[in-house]
């Protein structure tokens, strides 16, 4: 049973291009969550999605980002116009029924 | 506004003893806390849970204890072992936010042979 599989693991873009960021969460499972994690921080939770649905997008920034997880196919994190501040690990989690959120790998973004 | 807190950005211990780490909290809703082991390059790895009906669980050389009145919560491991060396992140959630966890800062555990 394959983990949470993120790709790519590593991404640099410059100033003003997009970044799209994939998370496939565990076989079955239907709850996708994203967080991010500055250097020397701990992760901060961004958004919260099942299937076709955004249930909890508080931790988003208002601008620039998007998430979505569609019925078919990853589920995909898509910031646009990036600026340096948005160089950071990005982790996706998905979440069994009883609750416990099992995290992939992370992508490494960096913006030059 | 930090509602989870880990105070020591690093702890250092040697190999057989055991090794504390601190977790304080800030909002009473919070009724599931969890622990997370991170190393580098790598997403982080569930550790141990506990539930706020709980004030202790243990699994094997880990045990986490709960202050609900403290709003703190520790992790203890005995005896550490080299490869414990990584870093802890603590986590909590509430019933009423919908499962995201709120994290702690983390703090870098070395443990040393």
């Known amino acids: 049973n394959a983990g949470v599989m993120q790709n790519p693991r590593h991404l640099v873009r410059r100033r003003g291009q997009e970044a799209r960021l994939r998370c496939s969460p565990m076989?079955?499972?239907?709850?996708v969550y994203w967080y991010r994690q500055l250097p020397e921080e701990g992760l901060k939770f961004m958004v919260y999605l099942q299937k076709e649905n955004i249930i909890d997008e508080s931790g988003m920034p208002k601008e620039r980002f998007s998430a979505e997880f569609p019925k078919e196919g990853p589920s995909i994190l898509r910031i646009q116009q990036v600026v340096r501040g948005d160089s950071a690990a990005y982790f996706c989690?998905?979440?069994?029924?009883?609750?416990?959120?099992?995290f992939g790998p992370g992508t490494r973004l960096t913006v030059l | 506004d930090q509602q989870v807190k880990q105070n020591s950005p690093s702890l250092s211990v040697q190999e057989g003893r055991i090794s504390i780490l601190n977790c304080d909290y800030t909002?009473?809703?919070?009724?599931?806390f969890l622990w997370y082991k991170k190393y580098p390059a790598e997403g982080p790895t569930f550790l141990i849970s506990?539930?706020?009906?709980?004030d202790k669980n243990e699994d094997g050389r880990f045990t986490v204890f709960l202050n609900k009145s403290a709003k703190h919560l520790s992790l203890h491991i005995v005896p550490s072992q080299p490869g414990d060396s990584a870093v802890y992140f603590c986590?909590?959630?509430?019933?009423?936010?919908?499962?995201?966890?709120?994290f702690g800062q983390g703090t870098t555990l070395q443990v040393k042979p």
């Open positions: 076989k079955g499972h239907s709850h």
């Open positions: 909002n009473s809703m919070f009724d599931y």
């Open positions: 986590a909590a959630s509430g019933s009423s936010n919908t499962g995201k966890l709120i």
């Open positions: 989690a998905s979440m069994t029924s009883d609750n416990e959120q099992f």
């Open positions: 506990i539930s706020s009906i709980k």
